[in-house]
Every structure is written in C-alpha cells, then in structure tokens.
C-alpha cells in the first residue's frame, strides 16, 4: 500500500478512536474492512481517493461477497466504508460520501441462546468454594448472570467500580459509556467471601487494582479465560449446549424480561445504544403475552 494511503488509514484509525470513541474490537474489525479495501482500489489501479467512484464501492461489495461472506461481516463491511467515507469528507479529502448509496445485505438475526434458571444454578453450584479459584469462579458466574455484563467489562473491572453496600456496579462499555449497573443479593453474598479472602489468597501479598486476578501475578483474568471457565462449569453442570459468558448475557436479559422489566430498563442495563439491538429478546414474551391474552381477553 503506498504511503500517502497508509498515512490516511492511520489518521482514520485515530478519528475512531479519539472522536467516535469506539471500542477497540470494532477499531480492529475496521481497520481490515477499510484495509481490504484500500488494497481493492491499488489492485484496480486506482491510487488516489479522489476517483472512486459509487461502482467502485459496489465492485467491491460484490468481490467480497463471492467470498461466502456472513450477511453480518458484509452489512459490517459497508458500515466501516461508509465511516471511512464520512471521515474523508469531513478531512475535505472526498466531496460526498458515495458508500452512503451501498445497500446492505439484509441480516438474519438468530435468536439468542437462553438458559432456564435451574440449569444457571447448576453451573454457580459446580465451584469449589472451598477453593480461591472456586470462589472466584462462582463470584463471577453470579456477576454475569445477575449484572449481564460483556466479558471484556467483567475482565476490566476495578476493585473501584464495585459498591457492594448498595449492590452497584460501574462500567464503561462499548465507545467508552459508562452505566451503572445493579446486582442481586446472592450475587452480593458471593463477592463479599471472595473478597475477605479468596482474592488475597490468589495475590499472595501483591497488590492489584482489579477485581477478578488470574492469580499472585495480579493481572486481570483474559477473556479466554472466562470462557473456558464457563463452559467447564457448564459441562460439569451437565449442560450439553454451547454454554458462553454472552450466553449468561441473554439470560440475564430474558429473564428479567418474562418477569416483566421494561424493555427501556433492560435496554440501559445491557448498554445497547439503539433499543433495536434489545429488540431481540421480545422472542421470549410471546408466548406469556398469549397466555396473558387467554386469561384476559372476554370473548372467548
């Protein structure tokens, strides 16, 4: 890539991550997109940004999906070009932002994977607490169901962001958010034994400022991890489906849902900026609204 493109990709990077304020996965994720497609444009002989023209855009829209692409990663595509295309213009680098006119592919959401409270039980019911590693485990497993956190919050977590008084906990989420997020008393119970001695007895004297440690090393467990933990509990527990920290995540969500939460409130609670995002959990209230229909409706 010549280094006039390189220069401006990098100076895109930095607009993603100092003014829009995304997360670091999807500064990742659009880094590729908009890298691909900048080598697209070099391989069509086109080497300035001022030539590229909507048949261009469309040219390599089609080039990607002959690559048996998910509708996601394609629909993920157009978005980082028409982000790209937005900052270009904005550096008066580009006139209009052509990728505006890109059509995205329509996407099939799959509904989530939802576990029934009995088979959530299990899985906290699997730790050793008798052990630091146990304790901490079930810590976070209670966490994740009752706080229905992303896994990279959990990991980032501070022993600052904790009120356990109040049952409250403080994240910053995607595009640096911050939310402020409650938790059961089980979930309370739980974190308090962890804290009096089960996360000392894992830093062995060394000080860290997180609240999940790996161990006396005092970092912060990987995302890694906490799905390896999960699905280890999950298998113990004798549950065979693919059993993930996001699973615990749409649990949280469905749960709160058929005990009749707002969907605004769990909305805030999950940290979606866009209600649509959380629109796709309304699959579980089907079947209690038709109940509630029956029981309810006078002519029957």
């Known amino acids: 890539?010549?280094?006039?493109?390189?220069?401006?990709?990098e100076a895109f990077l930095q607009f993603l991550f100092w003014e829009k304020r995304l997360a670091d996965n999807t500064i990742a994720a659009y880094h590729q997109d908009v890298y691909l497609f900048l080598d697209f444009l070099e391989k069509e002989g086109i080497y300035s940004l001022k030539e590229v023209q909507v048949e261009i855009l469309e040219k390599f829209v089609v080039e990607e999906s002959k690559k048996g692409l998910e509708s996601t990663s394609l629909s993920r595509r157009i978005s980082a070009l028409r982000t790209f295309f937005f900052f270009?213009?904005?550096?008066?680098?580009?006139k209009e932002n052509m990728a505006k006119l890109l059509g995205a592919p329509k996407i099939r959401r799959s509904l989530p994977e939802v576990l029934t409270v009995e088979e959530v039980e299990r899985m906290i019911n699997v730790c050793d607490v008798s052990k630091p590693k146990g304790l901490r485990d079930k810590a976070i497993l209670e966490l994740l169901y009752a706080s229905g956190l992303r896994v990279s919050e959990l990991i980032s977590l501070e022993f600052s962001h904790l009120d356990l008084e109040n049952r409250m906990v403080r994240l910053w989420g995607k595009g640096f958010k911050e939310r402020i997020v409650p938790f059961g008393e089980k979930a309370k119970a739980t974190l308090t034994t962890y804290l009096s001695w089960g996360r000392g007895a894992l830093l062995k004297g060394i000080q860290s400022r997180y609240l999940f440690v790996s161990g006396f090393s005092g970092r912060s467990l990987t995302r890694q991890n906490v799905w390896t933990m999960v699905k280890r509990c999950a298998q113990k527990a004798g549950i065979q489906r693919n059993v993930t920290p996001h699973v615990l995540r749409h649990t949280f969500a469905t749960h709160l849902l058929e005990n009749g939460a707002d969907l605004r409130i769990v909305q805030e609670f999950l940290g979606h900026s866009d209600i649509t995002t959380t629109q796709i959990y309304t699959h579980v209230n089907r079947k209690i609204l038709k109940e509630v229909y029956e029981k309810a409706f006078p002519r029957k």
Not at 1 to 9: D, N
């Open 88 to 94: 270009l213009v904005k550096e008066k680098m580009a």
């Open 1 to 9: 890539m010549k280094l006039e493109l390189e220069a401006i990709l």
